[in-house]
């Protein structure tokens, strides 16, 4: 794949906002014609490996005891249960997924954003929630599920279908990036920590009434969210009878970043060799930009 362009640039406004709230959407951006490419890689990354369906893990979890967070705008009686399924890394496995990440218009976005000269992949993941999706997704911060330090770490979040709130439209809390807390990572079809890990829990925003300020954005194809791997976010089941919901999540980092060791956060094989403090120049780092 050559090297694709935005379909336009990056405003002042939105870097500052980027910034400020921790979150920027950015409107027709990526060409239709690539986004329409990756349908199928996304099926085909449904039923490889790096796959989980999180709906299911939500049944093992409640038949142990743990509480799901639950979407009551889905009616089980009235629509036909969908799931939630979740996957990283497709890039390793399918090269559709590694074009996608360092060609196409996301890596020099990401750097205008950012602000740096130089922008590595760190991971990619594919999210579906089907019509009928009861599962919410737990609100938590990336940077908890991350191996990295630093200022300049975002995640990109790139629809297939047009999104609306009833559909799981990603809501994110405003500003909550530049809350400095260590949270731990959860999850995501509960507010339960991953066991073995530090620092607090992700607060639940939904019974903090008044207290944060939570936005969402109705997305289209060809639309891109872009949020800072400290912004806390979560999202709603798909109370819809019909519109899947397919996103490809890239996440990135810029110039700053370094790699920090997360006690008991996921770890990933081509990371092994690294260290507290090593800069993120080698393989498992694939180079986006320039």
Known sequence: MERIAPVRAVTDAEIETFWRDGVVC???ILPLDLISTMEQPVEDALVSRAMADLSEMGDALESGGV??????AVDAASVSRGHFKGGTDHWLEQPEFL???VRSPLPEIVASLLRSATVRLY???VLVKEPGTMERTAFHQDLAYFHLSGEQICTTWVPLDS???DSGAVRFV???HLDRTAYRPNLFVTTMALPGTEGVEVPDYDEMKGEARIISFDTEPGDLTVHHARTIHGANGNASATRRRRAISVRYVGDDARFMGRVGAPTKAHHA???DGDVLTVDGFPSAWP
């Open 99 to 101: 074009e996608f990440a």
């Open 123 to 125: 991971e990619d993941s």
């Open 26 to 28: 950015l409107r027709q």
């Open 163 to 165: 999104v609306t709130a």
């Open 273 to 275: 060799a690294m260290r």
């Open 174 to 176: 405003v500003g909550s």
């Open 67 to 72: 509480t799901r967070v639950l979407d009551d």
